[in-house]
């Protein structure tokens, strides 16, 4: 897949992560999927495992300054240097979601941390590392909610608003010529646990697959004409105009 | 960054063997430095928490310092006595004398046993842990430190020990003639046509207290070369490009997988025991980037292969003048033929000599 052996996925225990790790492995690349909670996430790797693929578990809090290196040490050690990271991990605070006003200091910084600084810290300890290597593509997992205001998201949509922000300059500061890419990707509204404590009434048959999602975004990722480096993409219209790629 | 390692400049001494001259530049100054079909070789290996603190199963406290890569679970690791690294290396007493299957625990996960015990010294063994790949990895990041000497005492966070491209943690410590080059240097280079190419190369320790050991530095130690970084250093040949090595680990590795290879260099992984003297003739390694070494280390019997005796000594009597910093946060020295412009016979100076 364009040359990636390895990919380290954050958050990438259950939901739109879980999906990831699975249409990745598929493919032969050798995998370590991030989370906090350690449990949840050795029963994927381990259910991942039983397919016969090469997928590994590396606990982390993205939100923890110390946890990065940790991470990227560990995942380079279980499966080599990596050449895909997707930045999947975050939170939306505290459910049910309340005005920005309302919003607790505390609980903006924690999206803060999470959604902008945790990605930004993961891909600063595995840029160098493409760079040198020519070879590389970081995906941070953005939301429609850092594009339109959408009441009470102001935490959430806030933080990743910041993310695709992030990811058009790293995209400018690296040309194509250094083997580099960054996209952000809204990835949709899908059937995950994060959807239904947001947004609990909606019916989950409305919602996207995470793993149909998944399978979207590798697509993205595998064609470098049509997902210019630093592009912000909508898994939706991708669906639409490249259906037959996928 | 941490405010008293990074924010200052790194000064770069150029060492030019053929035109015979000594500068004082900046890192900044090094894509300038270079030309368009060089290409730069780096040591790509994460510095490992390599130091454990744990205890024998009598009791007594212990500290390990791991030498990478990990095999199966197993680590080569030298032994240290009671105390930490604020004591100077050669002052700390000596560890308890451990037999092969003497077991040491370092943490509630963390457990090894003794496997082999060298015959160069009995503080060099080898260790094997209970845990094998995502528990031991996650048990070594909980509880092993940077390896550090007593020049500072204050414990240094693990990432102000890595590479801006650190990959694999195989260096116990870390390959720091690569940490300046900051994203801004590397595009910098790139920009300029120089080409960028990866070795991992488990650096070793450079002290241990044992003078058995001391005397026998550096160990020999593992290499991955990819096949990437041959075909690389291949091209950079053929099309008269310099091959310049980050680092003197990576002068070992290069020159001793050339050797290995009887004159071609294979890719994969492989151990170097090479130790380069000035006697060495370089056959892959065309100039090196470097820290400031100064002539009791090891490392500054490599530099004679590269510079005559007379300039090394000059350049050494400059960079004290100068006070280029020697640790392995301080300043850097390149040393290149061909760097610095040929002093013209028609400058005031020359004519007056």
């Not at chain 2, 024998?56 to 095999?71: D, F, S």
């Not at chain 2, 005796?309 to 020697?326: D, I």
Request: aromatic residues 4%.
């Amino acid at each position: 897949m364009n040359g990636y052996e390895t990919a380290l996925i954050t958050g990438g225990s259950q939901g739109l992560g879980g999906a990831l790790a699975a249409a990745l492995a598929e493919r032969g690349l050798r995998v370590v999927i991030a989370a906090r909670e350690l449990t949840a996430l050795e029963a994927q790797a381990a259910a991942l495992r039983q397919r016969g693929f090469t997928v590994h578990a590396v606990q982390a809090d993205l939100g923890d300054k110390a946890a990065i290196h940790p991470l990227a040490a560990q995942a380079a050690a279980l499966v080599g240097p990596i050449d895909l990271l997707i930045n999947n991990a975050s939170t939306l605070g505290p459910t049910p979601l309340v005005l920005l006003g309302d919003t607790e200091c505390e609980d903006l910084e924690q999206a803060l941390a999470v959604n902008v600084l945790g990605p930004f810290r993961l891909t600063k300890a595995v840029l160098g590392s493409m760079l040198v290597r020519q070879r590389g593509a970081v995906v941070n997992i953005s939301s429609d909610a850092a594009v339109q205001a959408y009441p009470t998201w102001g935490a959430y949509g806030t933080s990743k608003a910041a993310l695709d922000h992030l990811t058009r300059i790293w995209a400018a500061e690296l040309p194509e010529s250094t083997g580099v890419r960054l996209f952000a990707v809204d990835p949709g509204e899908m059937n995950t646990r994060m959807h239904r404590a947001a947004l609990p009434d909606v019916d989950p048959a409305e919602l996207a697959d995470p793993r149909d999602v998944a399978e979207h975004i590798v697509s993205m990722i595998t064609d470098p004409v049509r997902a210019a480096s630093g592009a912000r993409l909508e898994v939706a219209t991708w669906r639409t105009r490249h259906a037959s790629a996928a | 960054m941490h405010p008293q390692l990074e924010r200052r400049e790194t000064r770069l001494l150029v060492v030019d063997p053929r035109h015979e001259r000594i500068a004082g530049r900046s890192m900044r100054n090094l894509p300038g430095l270079l030309r368009r079909g060089d290409l730069l070789v780096v040591n790509d290996a994460a510095t490992l928490p390599a130091s454990l603190r744990g205890r024998t199963a009598y009791g007594e406290p212990i500290e390990v310092r791991l030498l990478g890569p990990e095999r199966d679970g197993a680590f080569s690791a030298v032994l240290f006595g009671r105390g930490d690294h604020r004591t100077r290396t050669e002052d700390r007493p000596a560890p308890p004398a451990l037999e092969t299957g003497e077991r040491l625990a370092f943490g509630p996960q963390l457990t090894a046993a003794v496997v082999q015990r060298s015959q160069l010294s009995a503080r060099l063994v080898e260790l094997r842990f209970d845990q094998r790949g995502e528990a031991l990895w996650r048990a070594l990041y909980a509880w092993g430190k940077p390896v550090q000497y007593a020049y500072r005492p204050e414990p240094l966070p693990l990432w102000s020990v890595q590479t801006a491209y650190a990959a694999r943690p195989w260096a116990s410590e870390m390959p720091s003639a690569g940490r300046p080059l900051n994203l801004q240097i590397l595009l910098g280079l790139a920009a300029r046509g120089v080409e960028l190419a990866t070795i991992t190369h488990a650096a070793g320790l450079s002290a241990t207290g044992d003078p058995a050991l001391d005397r026998a530095l550096p160990l020999p130690e593992r290499y991955d070369l990819p096949e990437h970084s041959v075909q690389a250093i291949e091209r950079t040949r053929r099309a008269g490009g310099r091959v310049i090595a980050v680092g003197t680990s990576v002068v070992r590795a290069l020159e001793g997988a050339f050797q290995r290879g009887d004159g071609a260099l294979h890719a994969g992984e492989a151990v170097t025991d090479l130790r380069i003297t000035p006697q060495h003739a370089l056959r892959v390694v065309d100039g090196l980037l470097t820290g400031i070494h100064s002539p009791e280390e090891s490392h500054f019997e490599l530099l004679g292969a590269f510079v005559a005796e007379g300039l090394l000594q000059q350049s050494h009597a400059y960079a004290r003048e100068h006070a280029y910093e020697p640790h392995e946060h301080g300043d850097e020295c390149l040393i290149l033929a061909g760097s610095l412009p040929q002093p013209s016979a028609a400058t005031p100076e020359r004519a007056a000599a």
